[in-house]
């Protein structure tokens, strides 16, 4: 399957880069949402630097990126943030809204813009995560964060049922936010033992790179479209 146009959120580095990349080759239009701008050059990307966890200013980004686009075929709600590893008792509460506002808010008033400028969107993917059901120790707000953005795909598809929406966990991949969980002297992976399992997957097929996960979930986009809209789907048991 095709995609004529795309957005890409958090597209200045990681998966967010790897999709940029990926749909690029297959010949897609490409309109990209970054804190620090895509890197890339290309006729086909057209690139717009928004800091997502300024609420008030994503309106006005989405409104000049897309002011001339009418529809989209494919949305990817992919820029986030991890915050520290640690215990949930230790982590303030500013810390946690801080994740809630990128993680969760800035999609919601992202879905919210697309409404407003009357773009409808066929298929809409959240970038989600296995955190968001597993409960490991130490991944507090970023588990927290990514539960309710389960819920807030579930609810919003409700309110966009022309739209197929996906909350998606993409399984392990080696960005640079792997950089500060495999590095033992940093985190405690002995406290934290979800770690460990990370560590060992580093530089194994079980951890691809950025480029090799995005093609992964862009060839499965069109499988995701069977499943009800508003489900969370993890990439690795639904291409197992």
């Known amino acids: ?45 057209h690139d717009q630097r928004a800091d997502l966890s300024e609420l008030a200013a994503i309106p006005d980004a989405v409104n000049t990126l897309l002011s001339e686009t009418t529809s989209l075929d494919l949305v990817l709600l992919n820029a986030g ?3 520290d590893i640690q215990d949930l008792h230790t982590t303030p509460v500013s810390t ?3 994740l809630m506002r ?9 879905l919210d813009a697309l409404i407003a ?4 969107c066929k298929q809409i993917v959240l970038i989600s995560s296995g955190a968001a059901v597993n409960g490991n120790r130490g991944w507090g707000g970023y588990s927290l964060s990514k539960a309710t953005l389960n819920m807030l795909t579930m609810l919003y598809a409700h309110e966009m049922p022309d739209s197929h929406f996906c909350a998606l966990a993409p399984g392990l991949v080696d960005t640079a936010m792997q950089d500060y ?5 940093r985190i405690d992976a002995k406290t934290y033992t979800s770690l460990a399992r990370l560590r060992a997957a580093r530089g194994t097929d079980a951890m691809p790179g950025p480029d090799d996960a995005a093609k992964t979930i862009i060839n499965s986009l069109p499988l995701l479209q069977r499943e009800n809209s508003g489900s969370f789907i ?4 639904f291409t197992s």
């Open 96 to 98: 946690l809204e801080d």
């Open 102 to 110: 990128v993680n969760v808010w800035a999609n919601k008033v992202l």
């Open 81 to 83: 943030l991890l915050g």
């Open 181 to 185: 969980l495999c590095d033992p002297s």
């Open 234 to 237: 993890d990439i690795r048991t």
């Open 1 to 45: 399957m095709t995609y004529a146009n795309a957005l890409v959120t958090g597209n200045s580095s990681g998966l967010g880069l790897g999709f940029t990349r990926v749909l690029l080759e297959a010949g897609t239009e490409v309109y990209g949402l970054s804190r620090r701008g895509c890197p890339l050059e290309h006729t086909r990307l």
């Open 117 to 120: 400028c009357n773009i409808p």
